[in-house]
């Protein structure tokens, strides 16, 4: 029978977030907590697995790593999209690719964690307790600041139905941004340059793409406050890494948080550890119990139901 190859499961948390067990006999669920990237080393560790269930973009998936697996028949990702992995490729190979939902909204709430620890300096802080001493710096409070939302899609909606309860102005760009969208969420339509020059803190709410790509570099950042704060839940190269680690190093903005990187997980001698301005919290902001038991559940129902010849939520 088939053995399933969960990936990247950091915190060994998988097995006890669905019911792995209600799957027919002989089914062999076998956990990796490392990430594994290399193409080589990667195949080789799955030849023998029929099914892989990958959490999203954490694993890359190039055609060539599908072309070294000739045994794999089922792959499941959290979410339904992941631009880490080359479906086409995959569904060439005669492998069958499927989905999950998710619980829509664990990255928002993180969002305006970080927001808040930006505002009161919250991180530092707690360290600044921890090592025998009081009050060492002055945050700043939220009601009547402008938050510019780079994007207003789901996630950026749900971060901008909470600002008015702390007395925030709303502004927000993207490429395809109507006003109609921004009446619905009480925003303002401005253009890219005016939300880099009014906000107070921006939060990014844009997919990575093509164009996506650098959209943030030291053009943007130089048209920030200096008193202004930038946090990126979405995705790292969507803000280019040496001109936020020189706006953060000269003061150029008051500081930034991020959950999100180039590389994942950071390496450990990375230059945005080092920086005191940049909160820094390591890619959970769709890591919530309620995520995980969705995404787990579901690929537990998508392997039943490819046994069963009736594939669910497939992705083509």
Request: charge should be negative.
């Amino acid at each position: 029978m088939p053995k399933i190859a969960i990936l990247d499961d950091y915190a060994n948390v998988s097995l006890d977030m669905a019911n792995w067990g209600s799957l027919p006999d002989g089914y062999e669920p076998v956990v990796f907590k490392d990430n594994l990237v290399e193409v080589g080393a990667l195949a080789e560790r799955l030849a023998d697995f029929e099914i892989v269930c990958a959490m999203r973009e954490r694993t890359p998936f190039p055609g060539e790593v599908f072309a070294k697996l000739p045994n794999l028949k089922l792959f499941i990702t959290s979410g339904m999209r992941n631009a880490s992995v080359d479906f086409a490729a995959a569904r060439a190979q005669g492998v069958t690719c499927c989905g999950t939902s998710g619980s829509g909204w664990g990255t928002s709430e993180h969002a305006w964690g970080l927001i808040h620890a930006c505002a009161r300096y919250a991180p530092h802080d707690d360290r600044m307790m921890r090592e025998g001493k009081w009050q060492t710096r002055m945050g700043v409070e939220l009601h009547g600041k402008t938050l510019g939302l780079l994007g207003l899609g789901r996630l950026g909606g749900h971060v901008a139905k909470v600002a008015p309860a702390f007395g925030m102005n709303i502004v927000a760009w993207s490429q395809n941004l109507t006003a109609e969208r921004c009446a619905e969420v009480g925003a303002e339509l401005v253009d890219k340059d005016e939300l880099f020059r009014r906000s107070d803190f921006i939060s990014i709410h844009v997919v990575l793409s093509d164009r996506s790509r650098g959209l943030i570099g030291a053009r943007e950042l130089a048209l920030m406050k200096s008193t202004a704060s930038l946090i990126n839940t979405s995705r790292g190269p969507i803000v280019d890494q040496a001109a936020l680690i020189e706006a953060l190093t000269t003061g150029q903005i008051r500081g930034a948080a991020t959950d999100v990187y180039d590389i994942e997980p950071l390496p450990v001698d990375h230059p945005y550890r080092s920086l005191e301005n940049l909160i820094m919290t390591p890619h959970v902001g769709y890591v919530t119990e309620e995520g995980y038991r969705t995404f787990y559940s579901q690929m537990v129902e998508d392997i039943q139901a490819w046994h069963d010849g009736a594939p669910l939520r497939v992705i083509k």
